[in-house]
């Protein structure tokens, strides 16, 4: 990526913008604005400066929270799910009930992994579906 820009027969030198193109991955062939912190040209928003209110920037947080369809929420359910079935993955093998292999990649956050039949029993009892919670 080139930091600056030569031009009228390297008479002028600045800095140049460093945004890049999704399409051809090219660096922006325009001068970076002067006062710009992240060295971009007007069009790629030099003259942003960002929220100064503290509400102002609690705004934008929450608003960049949203990734296509996914809320914070919506990850947060999924993830407690993704516990529950690997949970349920565990009592299966510990209580022999499946011959298959086990289910590869990274475990979810707030996986605690269930080895033993004591902890099959306590995690059975624990489960807010069992008949005899609250007894």
């Known amino acids: 990526m080139e930091q600056f820009l030569v031009t009228a027969n390297s ?10 193109s999704k399409r051809s991955g090219l660096q922006c062939g325009r001068p970076a604005m002067r ?12 003259k942003s400066t960002g929220p100064k ?13 949203v990734h296509g369809d996914e809320t914070l929420q919506k990850r947060r359910e999924r993830q407690k799910k993704a516990v529950w079935f ?12 499946t011959t298959g292999g ?3 990649g990274a475990k979810p956050n707030g996986y605690m992994p269930i ?7 306590r995690w059975v009892l624990d ?7 609250g007894v």
């Open 11 to 20: 008479k002028i030198r600045c800095l140049r913008c460093t945004a890049r």
């Open 35 to 46: 006062q710009s912190k992240t060295k971009k040209c007007n069009f790629h928003g030099g």
């Open 53 to 65: 209110t503290i509400e102002g920037r609690q705004r934008i947080s929450k608003a960049n929270l």
């Open 86 to 97: 690997k949970q349920v993955e565990d009592v299966m093998h510990v209580l022999n009930m």
């Open 102 to 104: 086990r289910t590869r």
């Open 115 to 121: 080895r033993t039949f004591d902890e099959v029993l």
């Open 127 to 133: 489960n807010p579906l069992h008949p005899n919670k």
